[in-house]
């Protein structure tokens, strides 16, 4: 790929990050402002979740249609829509209207963005560039923080959040001919592809790919169960860690927003750090190692070993989440195919909205019977999912290879 095209690719995955982080750090304060509950917040990112589902089962053929260029520009289009929209809202109903941009455009740039790098570069990048998604999101994140910790109004905060991500479309849109949807011989002949000929992969691709046969089921699911638990980790720490720390661990709202951006600053290290030990590791490694420090990270906010390790938690959560999705993001096409590649692409979207969907409202319900200190263990039962499901994809993965 042109480095043009690289550093591109490289700022739509910022543009993909800068909306995911404000809401949950927002939340005590926009709660407060517009009279509503704490339990409200579910609300919106239900419909977030809700139309980052859509846009990733019913995406595809806009993607082939436009190619990834324009439906990067149409996904970073929604966001600005929808943030812009949270800053001038001035009731609740009116924040779920602009939660439906909100959520379509998030899944819309992540099918066309992930689709795109999963056939084209190593793994190394593609951690990178989740990395850049995850340092997006510490900015809006630090963004927020820094101006509700001025006694400034919340609206402001996602104005600002707003302008940054519209100069950010205003590049990729200026930049959209240097996208090329083309597939060289070498990436068709690597992931088990039938020649197309002499047309491209999104125009000749027309007929989905089907997965129906038992031996994809075999790793489509495992696939799907893992994805929905680190997700479900991720979503949950993003969303209610700075609740859990002002209900629980008695924190000012502004410390609690800081505390909660230990966890950025985790996932960005972790995805810098993951991204290096991928040029030697592979995809199987980086996955178990994900899922092994964020066990260690639960022994560390489950077990009472003083104050320290409320700064330390967060960071290994961070570190632990960071390379799970880019690694099963690369090993979709080796486990699919690339015909299947962006079908895959779609569903592991749609779960992860799915996730996002339902672990907080889980959650919610948990911590309305047993209390906020229950979040660790929470977050400790869908890391046992995923391990399990990390276990036998692996299997599949290895069996795979060997019948090859």
């Given at each position: 790929m042109p480095m043009a095209l690289v550093a591109l690719v490289y700022v739509g995955f910022a543009a993909m990050g800068l909306?995911?982080?404000?809401?949950?750090?927002?939340?005590?304060?926009?709660?407060?402002?517009?009279?509503?509950?704490?339990?409200?917040?579910?609300?919106?990112?239900?419909?977030?979740?809700?139309?980052?589902?859509?846009?990733?089962?019913?995406?595809?053929?806009?993607?082939?249609?436009?190619g990834s260029g324009r439906s990067v520009d149409v996904g970073v289009a929604c966001t600005v829509v929808a943030l812009l929209g949270f800053s001038?809202?001035?009731?609740y109903w009116l924040l779920l209207f602009f939660a439906v941009p909100y959520g379509v455009g998030s899944g819309l740039l992540a099918l066309a963005l992930n689709a795109y790098i999963a056939l084209r570069l190593?793994?190394?990048?593609?951690?990178?560039?989740?990395?850049?998604?995850?340092?997006?999101?510490?900015?809006?994140?630090?963004?927020?923080?820094?101006?509700?910790?001025?006694?400034?109004?919340?609206?402001?905060?996602?104005?600002?959040?707003?302008?940054?991500?519209?100069?950010?479309?205003?590049?990729?849109?200026?930049?959209?001919?240097?996208?090329r949807d083309e597939l060289t011989p070498i990436q068709r002949a690597t992931f088990g592809m039938q020649a197309y000929g002499e047309r491209d992969w999104h125009v000749d691709a027309h007929t989905h790919g089907r997965l129906g046969a038992s031996p994809e089921i075999a790793r489509r699911v495992p696939d799907t169960v893992a994805l929905f638990a680190y997700a479900s980790v991720e979503q949950s720490t993003m969303l209610w860690a700075s609740s859990y720390m002002v209900h629980a661990g008695h924190m000012s709202i502004h410390y609690a927003g800081i505390y909660a951006n230990l966890f950025f600053i985790g996932l960005t290290l972790g995805s810098v750090i993951a991204g290096c030990l991928a040029?030697?590791?592979?995809?199987?490694?980086?996955?178990?190692?994900?899922?092994?420090?964020?066990?260690?990270?639960?022994?560390?906010?489950?077990?009472?070993?003083?104050?320290?390790?409320?700064?330390?938690?967060?960071?290994?959560?961070?570190?632990?989440?960071?390379?799970?999705?880019?690694?099963?993001?690369?090993?979709?096409?080796?486990?699919?195919?690339?015909?299947?590649?962006?079908?895959?692409?779609?569903?592991?979207?749609?779960?992860?909205?799915?996730a996002t969907l339902v672990s907080p409202v889980l959650f919610a319900v948990f911590s309305a019977t047993?209390?906020?200190?229950?979040?660790?263990?929470?977050?400790?039962?869908?890391?046992?999912?995923?391990?399990?499901?990390?276990?036998?994809?692996?299997?599949?993965?290895?069996?795979?290879?060997?019948?090859?």
């Open positions: 909306p995911e982080a404000p809401l949950g750090a927002s939340w005590p304060a926009m709660g407060s402002g517009l009279h509503a509950s704490l339990a409200a917040v579910i609300g919106i990112p239900v419909v977030i979740a809700a139309g980052a589902m859509w846009a990733a089962l019913a995406g595809e053929p806009w993607l082939r249609r436009w001038f809202t001035p009731s190593p793994s190394a990048h593609i951690i990178w560039m989740h990395a850049t998604t995850a340092a997006g999101a510490m900015a809006g994140h630090t963004m927020l923080g820094w101006i509700i910790a001025n006694d400034a109004d919340w609206r402001w905060a996602y104005r600002c959040i707003g302008l940054v991500q519209l100069a950010l479309a205003i590049v990729l849109v200026s930049a959209t001919k240097l996208w040029l030697r590791l592979s995809d199987g490694a980086l996955l178990g190692g994900g899922l092994g420090v964020l066990v260690a990270a639960l022994v560390v906010m489950i077990v009472p070993m003083g104050s320290w390790r409320a700064l330390v938690a967060p960071v290994m959560l961070g570190f632990g989440c960071a390379p799970i999705n880019p690694a099963v993001v690369h090993m979709t096409p080796r486990l699919f195919g690339a015909v299947h590649t962006m079908t895959m692409i779609g569903w592991e979207t749609a779960v992860i909205a799915v047993v209390g906020m200190a229950a979040l660790p263990w929470y977050l400790a039962c869908f890391t046992s999912l995923g391990i399990l499901a990390a276990v036998i994809l692996m299997s599949v993965s290895h069996l795979q290879s060997r019948a090859r």
